[in-house]
């Protein structure tokens, strides 16, 4: 070589997370540059390196726990969904759980890829093409990604394996409907346990669910509604960081609060009503979900009182109950057992606590599970453990979470007692019951709604840490 241009060529072997490229390295004179052999090894490096290292755990976590071989994987984020106006809006669109788990990304059409046979590497994010239009209508921007023009090309590459499909249908994608089922249920068990990041997203929530109740207790006052406390419990999940609400905000007075999932009405308050508010806030599509029952005006009568503290007992114990390798369903029927023991202790039900719930009849005053997971949506991965067979005894028909708990689950912990006149009313119910109820005293309380108590708890080693023990409980002045 020319001793005025003196060059030094060195072949590296470069590692970035499991894919190996050769590099080129040339200097000229004190001038460097970096070759790769191929452009589509640098566009594969790029995109690599343009995903969180969380969201790469979150991939080999998955991929390990599908246990995939020859099959290759297809996730879907889905389509908008049009209003039926007749306008060119839509729905507002949150992509499917399952491929934002593992992208982050609400880009609508996208697909994540994953090809078992190329390891950890094997995963692909294939995102539409943002259009001129949508930039200028929606203020849109291009997202990470291999364009999806190039899916095709990637199964056609690989034409003649099996492929298994989650999330939201592809357009043109077909599957076996049976390979569907086992996968899902692999995928849900497999994210469970929340990691890191998740957790600090979810006490975001929690500080901003904290200040929307702050808000809505300073509001609470006679002849307020329920919409206008509405408007003042979502305004303080905005004003401290939510992007929305995490669902339908759920807010009863007097016998509207014994409606499970009551939406806000223009009922106004009264000195004396029992008000229950379910709602809690959004951030990064991580929800909280907490239920506070309050007394307007600060001052319960002996009754409203006792039944409070029955539940509020309940859910104390509950949350004590979660620690790693605790069955849900025994947290539950201990939950039961002692409400009903409580409904005795007041002259509403007749007989032993744990005869009463044997036979289910606590289901009429405490018509709901104990809990749910929450996280990424408000019934985030619940079900039951894989494998196992539902539970068919009449006192668990209302459970609908069945697994051991393990470490870093989030789940909620919300004991309620209602007086529901569709269900005391029900005349099979009557019959079964007829020795086991008070009915008349019951009957006495059909104007008073319903008290439910819920937190989220966070399962860890050391015991269970309450993530929203910012929001009061406070039933009296």
Request: hydrophobic share 40%; aromatic share 8%; charged share 25%.
């Amino acid at each position: 070589m020319s001793g005025l241009i003196r060059i030094h060529l060195r072949l590296f072997f470069l590692r970035v997370h499991s894919r190996f490229f050769f590099v080129l390295f040339a200097s000229f004179r004190g001038y460097s540059c970096l070759c790769f052999f191929h452009l589509c090894a640098f566009a594969a490096l790029r995109e690599i390196l343009s995903v969180d290292n969380h969201l790469l755990e979150r991939r080999n976590h998955i991929g390990t726990a599908l246990g995939l071989k020859d099959e290759l994987l297809l996730i879907g984020a889905g389509q908008p969904i049009a209003l039926p106006e007749n306008t060119d809006q839509t729905y507002p669109f949150r992509a499917h759980t399952e491929y934002f788990y593992l992208t982050e990304n609400d880009s609508a059409g996208g697909v994540l890829a994953f090809d078992p046979k190329d390891g950890p590497d094997g995963w692909v994010s294939f995102v539409p093409e943002v259009t001129n239009a949508e930039r200028t209508w929606e203020g849109r921007v291009q997202p990470e990604g291999t364009p999806i023009a190039a899916l095709e090309s990637w199964l056609t590459n690989r034409r003649g394996r099996p492929l298994v499909l989650l999330g939201e249908p592809i357009r043109g994608v077909s599957v076996d409907p049976a390979s569907i089922s086992p996968a899902r249920e692999k995928f849900r068990h497999a994210r469970r346990p929340k990691d890191s990041v998740e957790i600090d997203t979810l006490q975001c929530a929690a500080r901003a669910t904290a200040a929307g109740f702050a808000a809505l207790r300073q509001a609470i006052r006679p002849g307020i509604t329920e919409r206008e406390l509405q408007v003042e419990l979502e305004t303080g999940f905005f004003r401290a960081g939510a992007d929305r609400t995490g669902y339908g905000s759920i807010i009863g007075l007097g016998s509207n609060s014994a409606i499970l999932h009551f939406p806000p009405s223009k009922r106004a308050a009264a000195t004396g009503d029992l008000l229950l508010v379910d709602a809690g806030a959004e951030v990064d599509r991580y929800v909280i979900d907490v239920t506070r029952t309050y007394v307007v005006g600060g001052t319960p009568d002996p009754f409203q009182r006792d039944l409070y503290q029955i539940v509020l007992a309940a859910e104390e114990t509950g949350i004590a109950a979660c620690v790693v390798g605790a069955e849900w369903k025994e947290i539950h029927l201990r939950a039961a057992i002692l409400m009903t023991d409580g409904l005795v202790q007041l002259g509403l039900m007749r007989g032993s606590a744990e005869n009463l719930v044997e036979q289910g009849a606590h289901q009429l005053f405490f018509p709901h599970g104990l809990g749910h997971l929450v996280g990424l949506g408000v019934r985030d991965a619940s079900g039951s453990l894989p494998g196992r067979q539902k539970d068919e005894r009449p006192m668990l028909s209302n459970l609908r979470m069945d697994l051991p708990l393990e470490e870093n689950y989030v789940t909620t912990v919300e004991p309620g007692l209602y007086f529901i006149p569709v269900i005391l009313d029900d005349p099979t119910n009557r019959e079964r019951y007829k020795d086991s109820v008070n009915w008349e005293l019951a009957e006495s309380h059909y104007h008073l709604g319903g008290i439910r108590i819920e937190d989220n708890v966070l399962v860890t080693r050391d015991g269970p840490v309450v993530l929203t023990s910012d929001i009061p409980k406070i039933f009296s002045d």
